[in-house]
């Protein structure tokens, strides 16, 4: 099976699999928990409303049933506690204190005038908002 933006790799998926039921009885299901996985993710991570679902995965009124099944049982909320346990750390997040800022960045030089700013107790005719 290809391996599409946002789905997961087959390590990943067997590390959550065990948690997705299998079905009982009567008919099997038309897809598998793995491709309506992808496709919960795929809505997930790209921001596209439910309809906007490429054709490789199913339709979008299957897989949103699915996704509010899974979300009414607690399996979504389990799956997440269950990762957060043992974190990958494969996705960090960076703190605006780590990047470093350009020079120029900084600011203006100090004592600096503007001059579209109204000076402290004169009226400004150009701006009658700063009166």
């Not at 996985?37 to 409303?49: C, E, I, K, T």
């Not at 350009?102 to 579209?116: E, I, L, R, T």
Request: proline share 9%; charged share 25%.
């Amino acid at each position: 099976m290809e391996r599409r933006r946002y789905e997961l790799s087959d390590e990943q998926w067997h590390q959550i699999e065990p948690f997705f039921p299998a079905y009982r009885t009567g008919r099997p299901p038309r897809h598998d928990n793995r491709t309506m996985f992808n496709a919960l993710l795929y809505v997930a991570r790209s921001g596209s409303p439910w309809r906007d679902l490429p054709a490789y995965y199913p339709s979008w009124k299957s897989a949103y049933t699915k996704f509010c099944r899974w979300r009414n049982s607690g399996l979504l909320n389990d799956l997440f506690l269950a990762l957060n346990d043992d974190p990958d750390l494969e996705n960090l997040m960076i703190d605006s204190t780590i990047v470093p800022a350009h020079q120029h960045s900084a600011g203006s030089k100090k004592g600096a005038q503007f001059s579209n700013w109204p000076k402290p107790g004169r009226k400004n005719h150009q701006n009658p908002h700063f009166s």
